[in-house]
């Protein structure tokens, strides 16, 4: 094991203790798009699933977006899923692009969302984890805060309102770049044709942002962690 594994392995586990992310007789569902943080999602949870505590079922599900022309390697994916002891269910769906004005990526990821939750409930999974990594999440807090004027970002688990799910990130506290060097020494394969749609977008800029604060102040990412369970009443603006 790496010394980059350990460090994963040691935030994985922490961040399942700390929010309770797993239990006893849980049947959790991984949504795998195919890149480095669901695939690494797969292998940390089909190795959890052989400890005796708590006792875990792990499967994982790739939905296909039939109107996008991107592309995973389908035979890559279900050996690697394979190989970690988890079983991968495929999936199609598609989207209407003329009944709406919302832009394709959200079409798509909504589609894709409701694919993978209805799938889940029908199968019998109480949990769908999701590949976000700390980044992700303080990345979504920094946007919302410049644009939305909020202080809102995903959290480590939410209870859906209208499925019997939980949706569950066990890699909230894992940086990005650890998991980007994880996949370097695995070597990880990336999809064999990326989305067409995809741009340069107000996540890049943010993104870029934190990379830049954190070069400044490198605890910076754990100051920002810090500051969403540290709200003073007393501070709030009415």
Not at 40 to 45: G, I, N
Not at 123 to 143: E, R, S
Request: glycine fraction near 4%; include cysteine; charged fraction near 25%.
């Amino acid at each position: 094991m790496s010394n980059t594994d350990r460090k994963i392995q040691r935030l994985f586990h922490s961040a399942c203790a700390d929010y309770k992310l797993l239990e006893d007789n849980d049947r959790v569902l991984v949504a795998l798009s195919g890149g480095k943080d669901s695939l690494e999602l797969v292998r940390l949870l089909g190795t959890q699933q052989r400890i005796y505590k708590p006792r875990i079922e792990v499967e994982a599900i790739h939905v296909v977006m039939d109107n996008v022309p991107y592309a995973n390697d389908m035979d890559y994916l279900s050996g690697f899923c394979n190989d970690c002891g988890v079983t991968l269910h495929v999936v199609h769906t598609h989207f209407e692009e003329t009944q709406t004005k919302k832009p394709k990526c959200f079409l798509c990821s909504w589609h894709r969302r409701k694919a993978i939750f209805c799938f889940a409930q029908e199968h019998g999974f109480n949990k769908v984890a999701l590949g976000h990594h700390q980044d992700d999440i303080l990345v979504t807090l920094m946007m919302n805060m410049f644009y939305q004027g909020s202080i809102q970002t995903m959290p480590p688990m939410l209870h859906m309102r209208h499925y019997s799910l939980s949706v569950i990130r066990p890699l909230c506290l894992v940086p990005e770049r650890l998991i980007a060097e994880e996949a370097a020494t695995l070597r990880f394969r990336k999809q064999t044709k990326t989305c067409p749609y995809e741009e340069v977008t107000q996540r890049t800029r943010v993104k870029a942002l934190l990379d830049k604060l954190e070069q400044d102040n490198p605890e910076v990412r754990y100051s920002l962690w810090g500051s969403m369970k540290n709200i003073y009443p007393e501070m709030l603006v009415r």
